[in-house]
C-alpha cells in the first residue's frame, strides 16, 4: 500500500479490507507481532538513514533513502526533507506536486510555510500571494512577509509593543512605520521596558535606536547596571532626571533591584522618586509590587494602590489579585479583578475569585450566575464553581465504544500512521506534532476513534490528550487512562498512598511515557531527578540500583512512591502541600505557607512558580476524576484542598528532603 498518497478516507468509501487492518493495527496483541507491524517497520533503517543525511545536507543519499522508502509511511518526511534542502538551493522543484499529494497534511503546511518564507525573502509577492491562500496557521514571519506584501505596516505594532522576538521580515515593517512617522516614541519606550523586564539588555538597546537623536541613552553600561542595580541607584549619574534615556535607565536599575530585594528597592526608590514623572513612578512602583506579590510580602498591595498612573501587565494585575487573596482582602480582590481588561478577567480562575469575592460581600445571586458560566469544565475552577453550586463533581455519560468502521478510518488516516511511526523511531516531538495536527476538525466520533487507536498502540499520552479534546461525547476513561494498574496500584497501596492522587500526579508527571525525560533532567513515568532517584534508593535500601535503572518501570514507580510518601509525612499530610514539593522541591512548598492558615485553592493559586501553581491544580483535580472512576462516586475537590496550616506547624524535618 502506498501510505503517502492516500487522502483521509470518508466512512463511505472504507473498504472491506479496511476492517481487516483493523485487527492488524489497531489490536493489543498485534503490537508486537512482525505480522502486524511488518510493513511499518521495514523501513525504519532507510528513515533513519534519511534522517542523519538531512541533519547532514547530503542531498544524493538522502534523495537514494526516499526512493528505498517507497510504501513507507515515513517517505513523506524523507521527501520533505529532500525538498527542503532543494529550497535552501533555490529550487522549488517538486514542491508543487508534493503539496498537491498530500493536502492538508502537516508536513504539506511545513513544506508550503518554507516556501512563502523563500518567496519572500525574494521579495516574489505574486508568488507569494498565491500561496499564501493555502497556508492554514502563518507564523510570525510569514505574516509579517504577508503584509509587505499587501503593505499593510500596521499588523507589526502589537508585537512590538508587545516585546516579542520579531524576525527580519517583521523589523522592514517597523521600518516603514517609522519612516512614515507612525510609530510614537512612546510606543519606542514601551517596548525598550518590555524588554528589560525580559532581560534582554542587547534587545533592549537595538529598540532604542529607533528613537529621534537626543532622546535615548547611553548603551554602554546597561549590563553592569544589570549585575549590580543597587550601586546604580545608591549613586545615580548627576542629572540624570533631565532627560527621559537617564530616568529609563534608572527605573531599569529598580526594577532589576525589586527582583533581588523589593522592600530594598522600594527604600530606594522612594528618596529618588520626585524626580520622575506620575506614569514612571506609578511603573517603578508596579515593577516592585509584583516582585513582592510573589514574595508574599505584606506591602504589595499598598504598592499596587501606587500604580493608577500606568498600564499593568497581565501578569501585574493577576499578581495583584494574588496579593489580595494572601491578605483575604476580599474587597481587593473584586476591585482588582474588574480592573482587568475583559478576555482576562473572563478566564476561569478569576471568573471563580470574583464570585467568591461577591459572595464574601453577600451579593450571592451575582456570585451564583459566575460560577454557573465556569460550572461543568472539567479544570479544577470548574470542578470549584460546580461545589459552590452544590452540584458533585462527577463523570459525564461513557460515549459508546468506536465501532468498526470508525476505527478502520483511525488506522488507514496517513497523519496518524506517521506520528505512530515517528513515535516508534523516537522521533517524539515530530510524532506529538504530526498526530496533533491530524486531529484538526475532527468530530467527536473520530477524536474517540483516534484516541483508542492510541490506546491500542500504548501510546498513553496521545490517548489522553486526544480524548481530552472532544465536546459532548466523551470517555473519562481514556482522558483519566491508569495503564500499569496491576504494577502501580500495589505499591501505592503498600504505603498507604491515595490512588487518584497517585495517578493524578503521574498523569501530570510523564502522560505515562516510559521514557520521558524533561529539560532539566527528570526520568521516568514519575519525573525523578537523578539526585531525587539516589537518595530515595539508599534511604529505601533498593537493591542494586543504578542511575540507569531510573527509566524502568518497577524502579521509577517504587522510588516515585517512596519520595510522594516522604514529602507527604513530612507536610502535615497534606497533597497539595505534597504535590508542590514533588515539583518544585519541599523546602520552596514549606516556604510558601502564610503566617495563617489558609485555604488550600488560595495556597495553590498564590504559587510564586508558574509551572508548580499549574501543575498542583491539575493533579489535584486529575486526582477527583481517578477516584471517581475507581470509587465509582462523586468526590469534592474543596474537600481535598482543604485548609493549609500557618507557616512553622507541622513540617517534622521537610528540610532533610531533597
Known sequence: MNYKRKPFLSSSRVAPVAFALVAALCAPSALGAPAGTYVLERGEAAFMAARDAWRNGERVRL???????QGHPLQAWAEYWLLRLHLEDGDATGVADYLARHPGAYLAEKLRGDWLRALGKKADWDGFRRELQGLALPDTEVACYAARAADTAEMVRPL???????????????????????????????RVRRLFEAKRVGAARSAAAYLPAGEGFDGRGLESI??????????????????????????????????????????????????????????????????AAQRHLPEALDWYGRTAATMLSDEQLAWQVRAALRAHDWGAVRRAIAAMPPALSAQSDWTYWQGRALAAAGHGEEARALFLKIGGQPNFYGNLADEELGRNIEIPPRAAVPSTEELALASVNPGFQRALALLRTDMRIEGVREWVWTLRGMDDRALLAAAELARRHEVWDRAINTADRTQNQHDYNLRY???????????????????????????????????????????????????????????????????????????????????????????????????????????????????????????????????????????????????????????SLKARLGMIRARGQGENGVEQLP
Not at 63 to 69: I, K, M, S
Not at 168 to 187: H, R
Request: with cysteine; hydrophobic share 40%.
Open 63 to 69: 534523495a537514494r533513502q526516499v526512493e528505498a522508502l
Open 226 to 291: 544589570a549585575q549590580a542595580p543597587v550601586r546604580h541607584l545608591e549613586k545615580p549619574p548627576a542629572g540624570f532626571a533631565a532627560k527621559r534615556g537617564g530616568r529609563e535607565v534608572v527605573l531599569f536599575a529598580v526594577q532589576r533591584a525589586a527582583r533581588a530585594d523589593p522592600q530594598d528597592a522600594a527604600r530606594r526608590f522612594a528618596r529618588i522618586e520626585t524626580q520622575f514623572s506620575a506614569e514612571e513612578r506609578a511603573y517603578a512602583w508596579g515593577q516592585i509590587a509584583l516582585q
Open 481 to 635: 487512562i491508569a495503564p500499569f494498574s496491576d504494577r502501580v496500584r500495589p505499591k501505592a497501596n503498600q504505603l498507604a498512598l491515595d490512588n487518584g492522587w497517585v495517578y493524578g500526579l503521574m498523569r501530570q508527571e510523564s502522560r505515562f511515557v516510559m521514557n520521558a525525560k524533561s529539560s532539566v533532567g527528570a526520568k521516568g513515568l514519575m519525573q525523578l531527578m537523578p539526585a531525587t532517584a539516589k537518595w530515595v534508593a539508599q534511604k529505601i535500601k533498593l537493591d542494586n540500583y543504578h542511575p540507569s535503572r531510573v527509566t524502568e518501570m518497577d524502579t521509577n514507580v517504587t522510588l516515585g512512591t517512596h519520595y510522594m510518601k516522604m514529602v507527604l509525612d513530612s507536610l502535615d499530610s497534606h497533597p497539595v502541600l505534597a504535590s508542590a514539593a514533588y515539583n518544585a522541591g519541599p523546602g520552596r512548598a514549606r516556604r510558601w505557607r502564610a503566617d495563617r492558615p489558609l485555604e488550600g485553592a488560595i495556597y495553590a493559586e498564590t504559587i510564586p512558580f508558574s509551572e508548580t501553581r499549574d501543575y498542583v491544580k491539575k493533579v489535584m483535580s486529575n486526582a477527583v476524576y481517578y477516584n471517581t472512576l475507581f470509587e465509582g462516586r462523586p468526590q
Open 160 to 190: 512590538w509593543t508587545g516585546g516579542q522576538d520579531l524576525p527580519q521580515a517583521c523589523e522592514a515593517l517597523v521600518d516603514n512605520l517609522v519612516a512614515a512617522g507612525n510609530l510614537s516614541v512612546e510606543e519606542v519606550w514601551q
